[in-house]
């Protein structure tokens, strides 16, 4: 973020609370409230309404992908299977998420999020419809899922562009932490949601939920005050702007290592969500219910984890917080390959959730403070890409893995993957030499 637009928005605010002054209104109650604590971001409207409104639309979303993939289980019997479905969902990710951020760089971000959220309710809307007249086979599901997939990679590099639009400086990283919190809080709520609607009623009234849902986004989206303007398409055309960003990554090698990091963890340690329908069903023998209760204790964890994430960041240095947090997932995935007993497996689950969110609150937030606003979202686009895009082709071969061997050697191999990724970081601090913190550093 420029110096220039900071002092901007640092203006803008404080004419607003002089405006307010003899007549005070909630906005400036809660600016008061929430100023330099762990809620900070709360203290700016328009980043409330998105968070509010994105909740309960992430809340659905997380409802329609637990009533899926557990849908996929019973269809197939088989975690491949799984795997191919989510990875439909996120393949779109490594096909066209650099051409998103690209014109998340210079379309209207409000208006281009408004459109992508339009066409994954459509593809909600459509997959119950077909559900309910018993034509929703695997051809179908991935035909519709790819498709809400594609609207998901336009959205989201606008979306992760718009929060620093949206908040001061001072509340970037708190603002990063609590918009993953909230998907984080949805990931908790959803599941268990969802595990209780297939058991009330249906697959596919999750997926007419999960519809609905969206109207809250989109309400949320034509309420936010703040302009975000287009900007002039790139003269040299897309694919050479594209190129610029990956230009940019190429030579700023902190971006390229934090990206190559967050890639291993990705594939190797996050795609084990993929396994948890076969570990409900085959060896905790808990059904569509411990699945649920599997999901929602991850986002559970990461809501606990993104204020925890504020405040050691104010204690403990970026790279520190990214070693650690590698190290315990490994750790605790480990772990959850010896687990037979449910009790215990929510307990790890909690716990990746917690260290998940930390990895990739603190990578998500050191990329969006050192790039300039004019390619932040063609940063925040290479971001997806190894987050969202590796992380279901990891899911493809751990859930192939637990076909042909079993789920444990699937979840072994991911945390000892993981855990040699952490002490190789320990010792070569050099590889996070540009992970630092976000106090002391400007943009380029």
């Not at 940019?248 to 934090?258: F, K, S, T």
């Not at 504020?310 to 204690?315: K, L, Q, Y």
Request: charged letters at 10%; one cysteine or more.
């Amino acid at each position: 973020m420029t110096g220039n637009k900071e002092v901007e928005k640092e203006d803008i605010s404080v004419e607003q609370i002089e405006a307010d002054v003899a007549s005070p209104s909630t906005e400036l109650v809660a600016r008061t409230l929430f100023r330099g604590g762990v809620l900070s971001a709360f203290g700016n409207r328009d980043f409330t309404l998105l968070w509010s409104g994105a909740f309960l639309s992430n809340t659905g979303t997380w409802i329609h992908t637990a009533a899926l993939l557990w849908y996929v289980k019973i269809l197939t019997d088989s975690d491949a299977w799984v795997g191919a479905v989510n990875l439909a969902s996120y393949l779109p990710v490594l096909l066209f998420v650099m051409f998103a951020g690209s014109l998340a760089d210079h379309l209207n971000r409000k208006r281009l999020i408004l459109g992508s959220q339009v066409v994954m309710m459509l593809g909600a809307l459509a997959l119950g419809l077909l559900t309910t007249l018993g034509v929703a086979n695997l051809g179908v599901i991935m035909a519709l899922t790819a498709l809400m997939g594609v609207a998901f990679v336009f959205n989201f590099p606008a979306w992760r562009a718009i929060v620093p639009d949206l908040v001061p400086a001072r509340d970037l990283l708190n603002g990063v932490a609590l918009d993953a919190a909230q998907f984080n809080m949805a990931r908790f709520v959803g599941p268990a949601l969802g595990a209780f609607i297939i058991s009330t009623w249906s697959v596919e009234v999750a997926f007419y939920v999960n519809a609905a849902s969206f109207l809250a986004v989109l309400v949320a989206i034509l309420l936010i005050r703040t302009r975000t303007p287009s900007a002039p398409p790139p003269p040299e055309g897309v694919v050479k702007h594209v190129r610029e960003g990956l230009a940019y990554i190429w030579d700023n090698r902190w971006a390229l290592n934090l990206l190559a990091v967050l890639a291993v963890v990705a594939f190797f340690g996050i795609s084990f969500i993929v396994l948890l329908p076969g570990a409900s069903k085959d060896v905790l023998q808990m059904g569509a219910g411990g699945f649920g209760w599997l999901m929602g204790a991850i986002g559970l964890g990461a809501v606990v984890g993104a204020p925890l994430v504020t405040i050691a960041s104010r204690r403990v240095a970026e790279k520190d917080i990214i070693r650690c947090s590698i190290l315990l997932i490994g750790l605790l995935l480990g772990a959850f390959s010896l687990v037979k007993v449910f009790w215990l497996a929510l307990m790890l689950c909690f716990g990746i959730g917690v260290t998940a969110l930390a990895l990739s609150a603190t990578i998500n937030s050191i990329l969006q403070a050192r790039a300039a606003r004019g390619i932040r979202g063609r940063v925040m686009s290479f971001y997806i890409l190894v987050f969202q895009g590796l992380f279901p082709v990891g899911g493809l071969l751990m859930g192939f893995l637990s076909d042909e061997l079993s789920i444990s050697f699937a979840l072994a191999l991911g945390g000892g993957i993981c855990s040699a990724l952490a002490l190789l970081l320990f010792a070569v601090p050099s590889v996070l030499a540009g992970a630092t913190s976000l106090g002391e550093v400007t943009s380029r």
